[in-house]
């Protein structure tokens, strides 16, 4: 089983319509975040959290919000879609281990489109 | 802040050769971590490298090694004796060291790799 999981992997929705995306993980780490891909753009970060009581935002964190239920979840939530926000969502986590460096794990990424 | 450039939106490249992704970054920092990450068709991202900023030495990893030259915020990416698996889009990343606050990533546009049979 894949350690960080994403669901849906893939969504059509509608201006207006409210959207949450949610992301699990296995790997018991503390650390979670939200990225979005663009086209041209590269991965852009939305919201991170670094434990269930830490949520901060990020580059654009703009039209979204977010929630951390648990240690291994975190959902991200488009309150009223827009066209805009049509793109690829990546979720990520990393440890807070003491070493200099926390690897971030990708998962395997939710393609939404707001028409 | 942060930002980083990748000057080449798409290259291609015949199988078996070599080929070069470049990177620059700019950043105050004096300690940070630069990263490549593959992203094939699947759209999952996969971590191809990592060169720490205070390590001289470049990285490697099989066919896959960095030309990091600090002084110039070049951070480039050989790929030797490529393989048509290699096909993928590349993005390089930007990390603050930990000990300087938040470890978030800072990706560059990408440059979509073909590796022609």
């Known amino acids: 089983d894949a350690d960080v999981t994403q669901t849906p992997r893939n969504r059509i929705t509608k201006t207006g319509k409210r959207i949450m995306l949610e992301c699990s993980q296995t790997?018991?780490?503390?650390?979670m975040y939200w990225y979005r891909q663009d086209p041209g753009l590269g991965l852009r970060l939305i919201y991170y959290s670094f434990d269930v009581k830490d949520i901060n935002k990020g580059e654009i964190s703009d039209g979204y919000s977010v929630s951390r239920q648990a240690q291994a979840k975190f959902s991200l939530s488009l309150e009223s879609a827009i066209p805009n926000q049509t793109a690829l969502y990546f979720c990520?986590?990393?440890?807070?281990?003491?070493?200099?460096?926390?690897?971030?794990?990708f998962g395997p990424g939710t393609r939404l489109t707001v028409l | 802040a942060q930002t980083v450039t990748q000057s080449q939106p798409e290259m291609s490249v015949q199988e078996a050769e070599t080929v070069t992704l470049s990177c620059t970054y700019d950043t105050s920092e004096s300690n940070y971590y630069l990263f490549w990450y593959k992203q094939p068709p699947s759209r999952q991202m996969i971590l191809v490298i990592r060169q720490e900023a205070y390590k001289q030495q470049n990285a490697t990893e099989n066919r896959f090694s960095v030309n990091f030259q600090k002084a110039a915020k070049s951070f480039s990416l050989k790929i030797s004796d490529s393989q048509l698996g290699d096909t993928a889009m590349y993005f390089c990343a930007f990390m603050k060291h930990r000990s300087f606050g938040n470890e978030k990533l800072t990706f560059g546009t990408g440059t979509r790799l073909t590796i022609i049979p």
């Open positions: 990520a986590t990393s440890e807070a281990s003491g070493s200099s460096y926390n690897e971030q794990f």
């Open positions: 790997k018991g780490h503390d650390r």
